[in-house]
């Protein structure tokens, strides 16, 4: 498979779930200790924001770093990496790596944490609300903080080189991102406003303008419903496009070095029952998940605005773990050797 694929698709290859997960555990410690059965309000949560990206900082950049000395001392890290000057710039020293990541996650945590809470109108969260919020943003903070201080150590100026030969992605966002989001964004909008023509929730008015009713938790399925439709056949096909040109042009030694992982080879082979699989769980666990959400955070209705980025950020968390299972679908050793035997079916 070509490097600059490989680098698009791969997690960073060290073993970073152990430190997510203790990241995790710490935090919500700190949860049932300081904001038990209370919840917490507006203020509290700057406070919270802080300490939390102090010790996800803390748990994190110490488990990358013993890692990867050990790594550098036997040779194995990465041969091939995306070098980045930027990253090069950036201290070595773990303290001031750390204080520098701290300065800039802390802002970005307590920025966004406070936008989101003001935006849905949010002075107060009960303790339940509050577990799974910041269950959820601890674990998107644990994983970023991972991605970037791996993506530190393995740069030439620190690594000076190795034999390893697995693949690191480039967690720095791109200008493509930003313009996927847009693209997210707005196409979210459209789809509200045409399931509220379908279902009555856009109405135009007699003087041609077009009213927009609050979407409500109890019409939120049949959202969750339609919106796990279109979901589900993009990111598959994204997905499995991708993946099946990878392995069109990918070396011989692909086929040796997959295996057959039971994890993901009892999800079909053949495209449309991938898809018909994906699209009907993405469509119930949205019908399911978007209602739970609404009725949680005590939001009995949402207005067209807050829809758009509620479904927004539904559809980003969503979308990574989604699109890495289906990644190591089509890795998978049956998987590749049904799509060699198509290319030289029609070769023949």
């Not at 406070?114 to 998107?140: A, D, E, H, S």
């Not at 898809?275 to 119930?284: D, H, R």
Request: glycine share 8%; net charge positive.
């Amino acid at each position: 498979m070509k490097n600059e694929e490989m680098k698009t698709t791969n997690l960073p290859y060290i073993d970073n779930v152990k430190a997510i997960l203790i990241t995790i555990v710490v935090n919500i410690g700190v949860v049932f200790l300081f904001q038990w059965p209370g919840g917490i309000d507006r203020e509290g949560l700057i406070l919270d924001s802080v300490i939390c990206v102090f010790l996800t900082l803390c748990i994190d950049l110490w488990w990358v770093l013993r890692i990867m000395k050990k790594l550098r001392v036997e040779g194995k890290l990465p041969s091939q990496v995306p070098v980045s000057a930027f990253m090069q710039k950036l201290p070595k020293n773990p303290i001031a790596l750390g204080t520098l990541y701290f300065l800039f996650f802390g802002v970005l945590t307590v920025g966004l944490n406070l936008l989101i809470t003001g935006f849905f109108g949010i002075q107060q969260m009960r303790f339940k609300p509050w577990l799974i919020y910041k269950l959820i943003y601890t674990t998107l903070l644990s994983v970023k903080i991972v991605e970037y201080s791996i993506f530190r150590y393995v740069q030439p100026d620190w690594s000076t080189g190795g034999q390893g030969s697995q693949a690191v992605r480039n967690p720095i966002p791109r200008i493509g991102l930003f313009k996927e989001i847009y693209g997210s964004v707005t196409g979210n909008i459209a789809l509200n406003i045409i399931i509220g023509s379908i279902l009555g929730g856009a109405v135009l008015m007699a003087d041609g303008s077009v009213t927009i009713f609050p979407t409500t938790a109890s019409g939120i399925p049949v959202t969750g419903l339609i919106f796990g439709l279109i979901a589900g056949v993009l990111v598959t096909s994204g997905v499995v496009g991708a993946m099946d040109k990878s392995i069109k042009t990918a070396d011989p030694i692909l086929m040796e070095q997959a295996t057959n992982n039971r994890w993901y080879t009892w999800m079909p082979i053949r495209k449309i029952p991938l898809y018909l699989l994906v699209c009907s769980f993405v469509m119930i666990f949205s019908a399911i998940v978007l209602r739970a959400l609404m009725l949680l955070f005590d939001l009995p209705y949402m207005n067209f605005f807050q829809f758009s980025i509620f479904i927004t950020i539904y559809a980003t968390i969503i979308g990574k773990p989604l699109s890495s299972l289906l990644i190591r679908r089509c890795m998978q050793k049956d998987y590749i050797a049904y799509i060699v035997h198509k290319v030289q079916q029609k070769s023949a």
